[in-house]
């Protein structure tokens, strides 16, 4: 029996494989620009950040109804179900599908019609954040959280994702300030290939209440002992950092150093599709590479839920 977890750091377009993508594809009469799956699986060597990010971004064309959200979200949590995980907070880009003509109340509705029965077919409880993509603009942002306004009670919080180099986390003061307004809950990417300063910044301007990747903040010994003294979470991504290169093998990632740092660390799966492997791969993969024991095992799926935003009891009752 895996362990009990809680995935906290999942794109859901990011968890569209390529058997689902060609049969979307061929459901919407969308043309991919790959032959069959094999040929879309060998196009999944990455460089860096920006070059996953083309591909994720190319692939959404075939997300184009409720049922197709709803399905891609299904995919998903029956995967999740199965490595382990009890409750997924769960990352959506609006702008890549409002861009493309695809309204927000469709991407909404149709992982709603999923999530919203998680918890009797897959057994996992779930919750939405909306991400906005940092390399749009400040008011394309606003607009996004604009057009979420008659979705408010599905959605539980903003994030912040994209390319981050050149995007801090101050250019979106504003919309974090309209969006902690409305009740919401704040989280971003910052660290992952952008300098540990944008890691402050994101708690100070934005007021998030976890740090998505987090990875730099190493190179700044007094923001690790911020991090840790606040208990300020970090959603780390071990697979995603061998395939986008942040570290250059799983042997080398740092989770050990960072446990015994004292930092709050969880583990997740980012774009499971793309990076190969869902939470529980990603459990499985430090386990062997890095060779955590058992009660670092506990520790790291105890931390998921303790930074979740579950309630007290529904957090008990998930573990
Ligand atoms: C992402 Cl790995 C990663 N980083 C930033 N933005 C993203 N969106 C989807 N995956
Ligand atoms: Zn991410």
């Not at 620009?33 to 920006?50: G, I, K, N, V, W």
């Not at 981050?164 to 504003?174: I, M, N």
């Not at 740090?211 to 979470?233: F, K, N, S, Y």
């Amino acid at each position: 029996m895996p362990l009990p977890k809680a995935e906290l750091h999942l794109h859901i377009e990011g968890t569209l494989e390529p058997e689902l993508a060609f049969e979307l594809a061929a459901r919407n009469g969308v043309t991919l620009p790959y032959a069959d799956t094999e040929e879309l699986r060998e196009a999944y060597r990455f460089e860096d950040l920006q070059s996953f990010l083309n591909l994720y971004y190319e692939l959404m064309a075939v997300l184009r109804t409720e049922r197709d959200f709803e399905d891609l979200a299904d995919a998903y949590l029956a995967r999740a179900a199965a490595q382990g995980v009890r409750h997924a907070e769960i990352f959506f880009d609006p702008q890549a599908h409002i861009v493309r003509g695809v309204a927000m109340g469709t991407v909404v509705e149709g992982l709603w019609r999923a999530l919203d029965r998680s918890q009797e077919t897959h057994g996992i409880s779930t919750r939405l954040i909306m991400c906005f993509l940092r390399d749009e603009s400040a008011e394309s942002a606003m607009e996004t959280l604009d057009a979420a306004g008659p979705y408010l009670d599905r959605i539980t919080g903003v994030g912040l994702d994209s390319a981050e180099v050149g995007h801090p986390p101050v250019k979106f003061r504003e919309v974090y300030e309209a969006a902690a307004a409305l009740g919401l809950r704040r989280v971003a990417h910052a660290g992952e290939e952008g300098p540990p300063e944008y890691i402050t910044e994101a708690l100070d301007v934005l007021g998030v209440e976890r740090i998505d990747h987090g990875l730099r903040c190493l190179e700044d010994p007094a923001l690790v002992e911020r991090l840790v003294r606040d208990r300020v979470p970090l959603t780390l991504c071990p697979l995603s950092n061998v395939r986008l290169r942040a570290v250059d093998v799983l042997e080398q990632h740092p989770l050990p150093a960072m446990l015994d740092a004292g930092l709050l660390c969880t583990v997740n799966s980012d774009d499971p599709a793309y990076f190969g492997g869902y939470a529980g791969d990603n459990f499985d993969a430090v386990r062997q590479a890095l060779g955590l024991d058992e009660e670092q095992l506990r520790e790291l799926a105890r931390n998921s839920f303790v930074a979740s935003f579950l309630e007290h009891d529904e957090e008990r009752r998930a573990r």
